[in-house]
């Protein structure tokens, strides 16, 4: 059983910066993949970015590549998502999430457990 709990969204201007955090409970944090997730008024969530297990492997979107970095730090049990040069069409409430499936398949791996989300408003 993973629990996770996002931190560090807020307001942000249009090119402006933000980070977000999740910390994870359980001694097994290590063995999961972990990933960022976003979801915007009325539309679906998609996928933003995620990180293999060891850290050794990561994957982003189109929309977000050269933007934004994600990373983790096991010893700490916390993933982050750097983002820089905000737009506004990244304003969205932004989830975390744990998968124990092969790094070989993320982002499409099943994503075991969520967490609740943290919001993200880029102005213009």
């Known amino acids: 059983q993973v629990q996770l709990v996002e931190s560090g969204g807020g307001l942000a201007q249009d090119g402006g910066s933000l980070r977000l955090s999740c910390a994870a409970s359980?001694?097994?944090?290590?063995?999961?993949?972990m990933g960022w997730f976003r979801q915007a008024p009325g539309k679906e969530r998609e996928f933003v970015a995620a990180?293999?297990?060891?850290?050794?492997?990561?994957v982003y979107s189109d929309s977000v590549k050269g933007r934004f970095t994600i990373s983790r730090d096991n010893a700490k049990n916390t993933m982050s998502l750097q983002m820089n040069s905000l737009k506004p069409e990244d304003t969205a409430v932004y989830y975390c999430?744990?998968?124990?499936?092969?790094?070989?398949?993320?982002?499409?791996?099943?994503?075991?457990?969520w967490g609740q989300g943290t919001q993200v408003t880029v102005s213009s």
């Open positions: 999430a744990a998968s124990a499936g092969s790094s070989r398949y993320l982002p499409t791996t099943p994503w075991d457990y």
């Open positions: 359980g001694r097994t944090f290590s063995l999961y993949n």
């Open positions: 990180v293999s297990w060891s850290g050794s492997y990561t």
